[in-house]
């Protein structure tokens, strides 16, 4: 039982400086996820300059392009084991600064960049900033943020991912590809300095047993009214009987033990469903290959340059629309429906370009041009800012290293594979079949997303991960003690004080 007594030093502030506290945070997350863009919009220019530097598509091979497009995703595959355990042993502050620190070292290394093997080597170091995706980015916003303003917050973490894709092809089409890095070094030194002002996340120090330290961070991060107190109440309550220290093989056996429960599979399962309607809708690999599908489409590279800023600002712009749409649709609603208009869009382009193909219509650029901004639209609106969201909020309280670990492995294998094989997949079953193919299996995705997905909007945590388990929420109901004073936990038959 927790009994709530005075605690004098406890201050209470104004709402608006909890969100400011919030908002800062997670803007050093944002600046991440800027320059992750940054990288990935960068083999998109890098590869074209190249050639056009020696006037030759050797300069550059098909097979190195694509090892230059995926190798973000395969090189973070280890760095999804390290960071969830680092997570886990060292807190997220201090595995954040790793993430950085390697991420600095790797736009130092694509400035100095002289040859295609060096820029591949900087891209197998920002393997640490790919991996911190879903791993400990994710972690710090639903941690750190307060329920009301995760949602937002989330959403606009995947919406400034894309403003990074946006700003590199927009650098690459108009100045020298270095610039890059060094727009890549100022983000990323921002966000090294942001990392100075966090407090550690109370959940970690909660499960640390450092229950001192956790009220005065979770008080820092979103002060002490109602819904805050009784957010702390459980988070202490769920570690209370946590040791603060444990044996190697302890935490072996607490793994094995967590694998044989019902509860550690059914949320994995739906992160890595809603994660491969992520990849599967093709988004990112028009993205990536974006000047190589348009110029296929419509015959004219001055098209295919114009054409992919268009897509890039659109996907922006819907993203924001989507963020806006997410505080008052629901989670469900928004990604079924979007998606569903994304699936028809994805059809009407298969359609199109197979007609194209065999000559039964002529085709028109304005036309084709308008198909992928109308795909880009319903794409960024929900399955591009809500899936990475979605899948934070699944992610069990009880098991974040080990579920973050295999939730990031499959994604990054699955992600990097996808990219690596799509420019064979379109030269083999061409525009027509690339975008039927997508249409099917986010198609089958989206089905199992209808029957089995839980609404996650507004809920803490905790609430989410016990609507998973089927767990009841044995505080409906309840009255809070007073606000803004000390909890402390004593026996479950220990009489309360006055």
């Known amino acids: 039982m927790l009994i709530i007594m005075s605690e004098p030093e406890v201050k209470r502030g104004l709402p608006w400086i909890y969100f400011l506290r919030q908002l800062f945070i997670c803007s050093g997350i944002w600046s991440c996820l800027f320059f992750m863009g940054l990288c990935m919009g960068s083999p998109t220019i890098i590869i074209p300059q190249l050639r056009r530097e020696v006037n030759s598509t050797d300069a550059v091979s098909k097979e190195m392009a694509s090892w230059l497009s995926s190798a973000f995703s395969y090189s973070g595959v280890p760095w999804s084991i390290i960071i969830p355990i680092s997570i886990t042993t060292v807190g997220r502050k201090i595995t954040q600064t790793i993430v950085c620190v390697f991420s600095f070292i790797g736009f130092i290394i694509l400035y100095t960049s002289s040859s295609v093997y060096l820029i591949l080597i900087s891209e197998i170091c920002q393997g640490a900033l790919f991996a911190s995706f879903l791993t400990i980015l994710v972690i710090v916003i639903t941690e750190y943020s307060s329920s009301q303003y995760r949602g937002m917050f989330l959403t606009i973490k995947s919406a400034t991912f894309f403003w990074g894709v946006l700003i590199s092809n927009a650098i690459g089409t108009f100045y020298h590809w270095r610039n890059i890095a060094i727009l890549g070094l100022i983000c990323s030194a921002f966000s090294l300095l942001s990392i100075l002002v966090w407090p550690e996340s109370p959940l970690w120090l909660a499960k640390k047993r450092r229950f001192d330290e956790c009220k005065k961070a979770h008080r820092w991060l979103k002060g002490c009214d109602v819904d805050s107190e009784k957010e702390l109440e459980k988070i202490i309550a769920n570690h209370q009987n946590v040791y603060k220290k444990s044996s190697i093989r302890t935490e072996v ?7 044989n429960k019902i509860e550690f599979y059914k949320p994995i399962l739906l992160s890595l469903l809603v994660l491969s309607l992520y990849t599967f809708s093709g988004k990112l690999v028009c993205t990536l290959y974006a000047i190589d599908i348009i110029k296929q489409i419509t015959k004219s590279e001055s098209t295919a340059y114009t054409g ?18 997410s505080k008052t649709l629901k989670r469900r609603t928004l990604l079924l429906t979007s998606s569903s208009i994304a699936i028809l869009f994805m059809l009407v382009l298969s359609l199109y370009t197979y007609l194209v193909k065999l000559s039964i219509v002529a085709e028109e650029k304005h036309l084709s041009i308008a198909l992928l901004v109308g795909y880009s639209v319903a794409i960024g609106s929900g399955p591009m800012i809500l899936s990475t969201s979605i899948t934070g909020e699944l992610i069990p309280l009880q098991s974040r290293s080990l579920s973050m670990t295999i939730i990031a492995l499959f994604f990054k294998f699955t992600q990097g594979t996808f990219v690596k094989v799509s420019p064979y997949f379109f030269d083999y079953f061409d525009t027509h079949g690339a975008f039927l193919t997508f249409a099917v299996l986010s198609s089958i995705c989206l089905v199992l997303i209808y029957y089995y997905l839980p609404e996650t909007k507004d809920k803490t945590l905790q609430e989410i991960s016990d609507c998973i388990t089927g767990v009841r929420n044995m505080d409906e109901g309840k009255e809070l003690l007073p606000v803004g004073q000390n909890i402390t936990i004593v026996p479950s038959n220990a009489r309360i004080a006055s």
């Open 308 to 325: 992919m800023l268009i897509l890039d600002a659109v996907t922006v712009c819907t993203m924001y629309v989507g963020c806006a749409l």
């Open 253 to 259: 056996l607490e793994s094995i033990k967590i694998l």
